[in-house]
């Protein structure tokens, strides 16, 4: 399960989907190149996985009344929220991973920066086809950053979406 998680937080690769021999490999790969201080970084980010800011987010979604299904794998991107009855799904994003915009921490590591630019490259065009695609399907898409759940200021915006239908 450690492994697992540590691996979705690397390749953002939603738990619903992940296939571990492929991960542990690529996980070396990755972590053969990430400093020392980073690796630990990323050790700390693993704690964090799918506890603090997803769980709260579902916690509050749950004391507020609504009721919804988790990571259905098969919507693109494995949504973090279903909400079939408003037919809105909602991804929890860790702002360094998935580079919220203006944030403070969506820092650049100083080593290896070539590497990280690629991968976050390639996580923010993910990203945005995953919100085509659920778009083209007829879902409305909420993105709640890491940053928003810690100080709350999403949940009055969300309730606003969800009961006002978009
Ligand atoms: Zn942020």
């Known amino acids: 399960m450690h492994i697992i998680s540590l691996n979705a937080i690397i390749l953002n690769i ?7 021999p492929i991960l542990i490999k690529r996980v070396d790969e990755v972590m053969d190149i990430v400093s020392k201080e980073k690796r630990h970084q990323i050790m700390s980010a693993v704690k964090n996985k799918n506890t603090k800011p997803e769980l709260a987010v579902r916690s509050f979604l749950h004391r507020s009344g609504f009721r919804f299904r988790l990571h259905r794998g098969d919507l693109p991107g494995c949504p973090d929220i279903v909400l079939p009855k408003y037919r809105t ?15 403070s921490r969506t820092t650049l590591p100083k080593t290896n920066t070539q590497f990280w630019e690629r991968k976050f490259a390639e996580n923010v065009d ?21 940053c928003e759940v810690k100080d709350e200021s999403y949940q009055s915006l969300l309730l606003h979406f969800l009961r006002n239908d978009g």
């Open 14 to 20: 939603p738990p619903c989907l992940v296939k571990l």
């Open 89 to 103: 799904v909602v991804f929890v994003h860790g702002c360094f991973w998935h580079r919220h915009p203006g944030c």
């Open 126 to 146: 993910r990203d945005m086809v995953n919100r085509e695609a659920l778009s083209e399907l007829g879902w409305k898409v909420i993105v709640i950053w890491e």
